[in-house]
């Protein structure tokens, strides 16, 4: 048999493969991957969670930058801009963010108001007629014709000329501030008399018919009515004047130790604040800027669920390591009394606590602690069943073999493995106490306003009293939170299942 194989394969075929050479293991040609890099792989790839981090960044960012930077704080409530649509006197130029109220069913007596604020100061308040509608009625026997008109107009420039009082010191002030800059504050003055008494708008500084429409010259143009009563006039005006003035206009009439006079309001808030008015996201009723206000409330909301989250955790990692590892009566009687912590309603607890506590530690502290009183059960239950899950794998019986105490086979075994899920849970757990603190300043039942200077729910519940008048106030805080709601649930839920390491490598 060997003879018959000698003859078919020639000696010379025979070889050793790797003669005079040493064999050892190849090197890996590929990385080993961590648990968190694969994790990272399997998160990318889901496109909602990533979009949601991307937009929770942006909402996180703003909070933190925009009171910052703001020309605006929480202190800052103009009285007259109340429930002002948004305005920016740069973008208005491009025809948004101008201030836009509407304002239907304008007579003719309206109307000649709106142009005559334009022609005083400038400021043309009428952005576009909507609409024009005829209609007629009944006047000394005859039928006249009427209109009405369906309106745009910029709020800001709309409310034109206001009545102030001042002190003689205020009112020089105001005078050499107007040299200074060139800038027209204030007009000359116009008594109820001097129009027949028909009205005492301060936008009326025109001649009247008595039907209350504006009385035109052989021109067309409107007829000043301006006093020229010096007898009444108030301190002496030494300032800008208004175009067409003959040097007989008074510019202010005396009032009991102090000056009355007509300003345009939109020039006194650059004199008072140093700027024109910028409101991105419009006013509220307090006449805060709503664009630095969400800020602010948002900040302080994602510092305390934060806050609140750690707690808990904290808490709730201890509490259900303990009766995930020792189980048996202890788990039974924490678990009892886990179950009577549960039944208490969480809003009878701040009330509770807000009636009581907050007198003695304040409103934040008390607040705070009704959340901590029960939000660390659910993360004790979650504790409780990952260490139910490990404590009977390979890798703890060998520690324990080897001497490890309790205390090592917990918290250096097998908390650190449960880490992922619990972890991951906290960005659940952030939603649910913003949404609970919002709740529970809408309704009014804690009021963080002095420590926080205001909270979304603040900001919803002022804005819910002028939903029909003003609907940019309740609107822009329900979007952020809203958006705030919705991306913190989609990033949670991304990362919870990004973390589970059954899922390990499936997508490879």
């Given at each position: 048999m060997t003879d018959m194989m000698n003859e078919r394969i020639p000696a010379e075929k025979f070889a050793f493969v790797q003669e005079n050479e040493r064999l050892h293991d190849k090197?890996?040609?590929?990385?080993?991957?961590?648990?968190?890099?694969?994790?990272?792989?399997?998160?990318?790839?889901?496109?909602?969670?990533?979009?949601?981090?991307?937009?929770?960044?942006?909402?996180?960012?703003?909070?933190?930058?925009?009171?910052?930077?703001?020309?605006?704080?929480?202190?800052?409530?103009?009285?007259?801009?109340?429930?002002?649509?948004?305005?920016?006197?740069?973008?208005?130029?491009?025809?948004?963010?101008?201030?836009?109220?509407?304002?239907?069913?304008?007579?003719?007596?309206?109307?000649?108001?709106?142009?005559?604020?334009?022609?005083?100061?400038?400021?043309?308040?009428?952005?576009?007629?909507?609409?024009?509608?005829?209609?007629?009625?009944?006047?000394?026997?005859q039928m006249v014709k009427r209109y009405i008109y369906d309106l745009e107009v910029n709020a800001y420039y709309a409310l034109g000329i206001v009545y102030r009082n001042f002190s003689y010191t205020d009112y020089q002030k105001l005078q050499d501030w107007q040299n200074e800059t060139g800038i027209q504050v204030i007009y000359p003055y116009v008594d109820a008399e001097d129009i027949g008494g028909i009205s005492d708008n301060s936008n009326i500084w025109f001649k009247m018919n008595s039907d209350g429409t504006a009385l035109l010259d052989a021109e067309g143009n409107y007829i000043p009515a301006y006093s020229t009563r010096s007898d009444r006039a108030g301190a002496p005006y030494n300032s800008l004047r208004l175009a067409g003035d003959p040097g007989d206009w008074v510019y202010s009439t005396a009032k009991a130790g102090s000056v009355q006079c007509r300003i345009l309001y939109y020039n006194y808030y650059i004199y008072l604040n140093g700027h024109e008015p910028s409101y991105l996201m419009g006013t509220n009723v307090m006449g805060l800027d709503l664009f630095t206000a969400i800020g602010l409330g948002a900040r302080f909301s994602l510092i305390f669920a934060i806050l609140v989250s750690a707690i808990n955790l904290s808490i709730g990692a201890v509490y259900g390591s303990i009766q995930g590892y020792y189980g048996g009566a202890i788990d039974m009687t924490l678990d009892r009394i886990s179950d009577i912590l549960s039944g208490v309603p969480f809003v009878v607890v701040t009330t509770l606590f807000q009636l009581h506590l907050a007198q003695k530690v304040g409103v934040v502290p008390s607040f705070l602690f009704a959340f901590v009183l029960t939000g660390w059960i659910g993360m004790a239950a979650l504790t409780r069943k990952q260490f139910y899950r490990f404590k009977s794998q390979e890798f703890v019986l060998a520690a324990r073999t080897l001497g490890a105490g309790d205390g090592r086979l917990m918290f250096k075994h097998i908390f650190p493995n449960a880490i992922g899920t619990i972890i991951t849970s906290c960005a659940l757990v952030i939603p649910?106490?913003?949404?609970?603190?919002?709740?529970?300043?809408?309704?009014?039942?804690?009021?963080?306003?002095?420590?926080?200077?205001?909270?979304?729910?603040?900001?919803?519940?002022?804005?819910?009293?002028?939903?029909?008048?003003?609907?940019?106030?309740?609107?822009?805080?329900?979007?952020?939170?809203?958006?705030?709601?919705?991306?913190?649930?989609?990033?949670?839920?991304?990362?919870?299942?990004?973390?589970?390491?059954?899922?390990?490598?499936?997508?490879?």
């Open positions: 090197e890996l040609q590929t990385r080993a991957r961590s648990f968190f890099a694969d994790a990272m792989i399997r998160f990318s790839k889901n496109k909602s969670s990533v979009i949601a981090a991307w937009i929770l960044l942006f909402l996180v960012l703003y909070a933190v930058f925009v009171p910052l930077f703001s020309q605006y704080t929480v202190n800052d409530k103009d009285p007259m801009y109340v429930n002002y649509p948004p305005f920016s006197p740069f973008f208005s130029q491009f025809g948004f963010l101008n201030g836009t109220k509407t304002m239907d069913s304008q007579n003719d007596k309206a109307m000649a108001i709106w142009k005559g604020i334009g022609i005083e100061t400038g400021m043309n308040p009428i952005i576009r007629i909507r609409g024009t509608h005829e209609t007629e009625e009944k006047k000394r026997g649910g106490v913003i949404n609970s603190e919002t709740s529970m300043t809408y309704l009014g039942i804690v009021d963080l306003s002095t420590y926080a200077g205001t909270t979304i729910g603040t900001l919803l519940s002022q804005g819910n009293a002028a939903t029909t008048t003003a609907p940019h106030a309740m609107l822009y805080p329900s979007i952020f939170l809203g958006l705030l709601m919705i991306c913190f649930n989609l990033f949670g839920n991304g990362l919870r299942d990004a973390f589970n390491p059954t899922t390990r490598g499936v997508d490879d």
